[in-house]
């Protein structure tokens, strides 16, 4: 018996031709997966561009900062002088974070800057004349840009949303021992509603030792007053596993029922008030310290407060999405300016470049000053920059084939 004859008994069997059924089924599953295959939509063409951007977008941050970095010690070096700041801190606490968080801050500058800067140099090869002579179009040219582009804006949101508040933080407090910036440590009269029909009163707050003075808790039932407590002192527990725990120094506590009363006191009370630090202080910059996790829960807890005090805290966390899409905005507008070869060299387009990144860091400030003194919406504010350049970005895409 030879082989074929073996073959042919197999295909007869009903346990072979069930076999090759589902073996068929599964490669017609399997190949949806060559959809989502990198490989389909990143050729040798696409890396080579990838490479080139991000690697130019580094550069560029490293050789910025770098001359950032000179300029910050030279003014702030008889400040740590003066105030003793020891090499290790100036190091690690104050320039590790210093840099992360204006890297970020100007990222659109740096995107900018490497797009004009190497498609500038690849014109200038007649790279890009190539590609478009062998039947790449301009948008198939956009492609491997805007990935780049993505993979800056995934970078620059999760960085500004999650890690760089964290370091900020480190920052604030060595600025505050070593460079003498003054923070706001404590509040007079404090009123706020910490609960459905309940409101809180603290006459002088010390964030230093997370301590309040005069305090008092109202809780009301109908519009009438059910509750009433006192103490000299309260004391925020800085270790429970839990947020919300004080200690209530000197209390006593007024419960009215009808036209009873009922009184008790004691030395002191661990108690629940759903009230933090954060909520008592305000410190310039402080939204600055928070994840957008934390800013999106801070920001509705002050909302069902009925605190006003918010629209700083918006305008950050709509900021901080608004400028991860700034990326593939100024790539566009990059692009299209930088894409064709021209007498005089990238000076010209580099200065445009720097000119319009300045002109979007600017417009996000103005902006978020709208939002907080003249009532502008605040997720208007954040987005306005991108509105406006979203035009020219549409503008230099149409005009950049011709």
């Known amino acids: 018996m030879n082989i074929r004859t073996i073959i042919n008994k197999g295909k007869n069997n009903a346990s072979y031709r069930k076999t090759a059924e589902l073996a068929g089924r599964l490669g017609n ?16 063409l696409d890396l080579y561009i990838i490479k080139k951007f991000i690697g130019t977008y580094f550069y560029s941050i490293a050789l910025i900062i770098s001359i950032s970095i000179v300029f910050d010690i030279n003014e702030n070096l008889a400040k740590f002088t003066q105030y003793h700041a020891p090499l290790k801190a100036i190091v690690f606490d104050y320039y590790m974070n210093f840099v992360p968080y204006f890297a970020n801050l100007f990222s659109p500058l740096f995107v900018f800057i490497a797009v004009i800067f190497f498609t500038s140099k690849l014109a200038g090869n007649s790279e890009i004349i190539s590609m478009l002579a062998a039947g790449v179009s301009f948008k198939r040219l956009m492609r491997p840009y805007m990935i780049s582009a993505a993979i800056i804006s995934i970078m620059t949101y999760y960085l500004g949303s999650y890690i760089i508040p964290k370091g900020t933080i480190v920052r604030q407090n060595f600025e505050t021992m070593y460079k003498n910036k003054k923070r706001n440590t404590s509040a007079e009269n404090v009123q706020l509603q910490v609960g459905k029909g309940v409101i809180a009163y603290i006459q002088h707050y ?25 103490a000299s002192e309260i004391q925020y527990d800085t270790i429970s596993d839990a947020k919300y725990h004080w200690k209530a120094i000197g209390w006593r506590i007024r419960q009215l029922k009808g036209l009873r009363e009922h009184i008790t006191s004691g030395a002191s009370k661990d108690t629940v008030i759903m009230m933090e630090p954060t909520d008592l202080v305000f410190s310039k910059g402080q939204q600055e310290t928070f994840t957008s996790p934390q800013l999106r829960e801070y920001i509705g807890k002050q909302i069902d407060r009925g605190s006003s005090n918010v629209v700083q805290y918006e305008v950050e966390y709509h900021k901080r999405i608004a400028m991860s899409f700034a990326s593939f905005i100024l790539t566009t507008i990059g692009l299209a300016l930088s894409s064709r070869k021209r007498k005089g060299g990238m000076g010209l387009y580099l200065g445009i470049g720097l000119a319009l990144s300045f002109g979007y860091i600017l417009l996000q400030t103005v902006s978020a000053t709208f939002a907080i003194n003249a009532n502008t919406p605040p997720i208007l504010a954040a987005w306005i920059p991108n509105i406006i350049f979203t035009f020219v970005a549409y503008y230099c895409y149409r005009k950049a084939p011709n």
Do not use: A, I, Q
């Open 29 to 44: 599953r399997l190949g949806w997966l060559g959809y989502v295959n990198p490989k389909r939509y990143v050729k040798l």
């Open 206 to 230: 010390d964030n230093n030792r997370k301590k309040g003075y005069g305090f008092c808790l109202d809780k009301f039932e109908n519009k009438k007053l059910v509750s009433h407590m006192t």
